[in-house]
């Protein structure tokens, strides 16, 4: 669901709509962001794979098909559901700043029913807060960037940045493609503490 400049507003707008329903509710987020790492699924392997009623599933789907951020794959029983792409850009008002909507971000906000630390860093700094987050710990995970930076940079503290970058490694890890950095103990050539003298 990308936004193109040869879209309709309402069509835009729409987009964005559903977008914010995916930001506003963990659960309806955390389905979408299994289907986007999955590629597809039927209700019952959603339930299975999310701990969901038989009710609650249908009614998520049902939603989200009708947001138009998911779609069925398949007419026949049981139907197989995979996400839309989404990759719409905002820009806030108060800081004239612009972030991406990406799975990895829904999966982050999806995140937040599961995980305290998530959870108080949007209540603290918001969903924007947030995809910057995202957005330090994809460059903490290639090595790019440390803790330090970000919180000089985003001025909050240490700690905070480091709790943040700690959460949303999985996220990173799940959604982007990261090499390995650096050498792992079985690489590197560490003998046993005896000397062969």
Do not use: C, K, W
């Not at 990261?178 to 590197?188: K, M, N, P, V, Y």
């Amino acid at each position: 669901m990308s936004r193109t400049s040869n879209r309709a507003d309402g069509d835009v707008i729409r987009d964005f709509l559903s977008v914010a329903a995916l930001l506003e509710e963990p659960a309806l987020a955390q389905l979408y962001a299994y289907l986007a790492r999955e590629g597809e699924a039927t209700v019952q392997e959603l339930m299975d794979a999310l701990d969901l009623a038989q009710g609650t599933a249908y009614s998520y789907v049902n939603r989200l098909v009708d947001a138009g951020v998911i779609e069925a794959i398949s007419e026949e029983q049981p139907r197989r559901y995979v996400a839309r792409e989404i990759d719409l850009t905002v820009t806030t008002a108060a800081s004239d700043r612009e972030y991406t909507i990406t799975p990895a971000l829904i999966d982050a906000v999806g995140r937040r029913a599961t995980d305290d630390d998530i959870d108080t860093y949007i209540d603290r700094h918001g969903i924007s807060g947030l995809a910057t987050a995202l957005t330090y710990a994809v460059d903490r995970e290639r090595g790019e960037i440390t803790h330090r930076l970000m919180a000089q940079d985003l001025d909050i503290s240490s700690l905070a940045a480091e709790i943040i970058l700690q959460a949303l490694r999985p996220v990173v890890l799940e959604h982007y493609d990261i090499e390995e950095a650096g050498s792992g103990l079985d690489e590197l050539d560490v003998g046993d503490g005896t000397s062969d003298a």
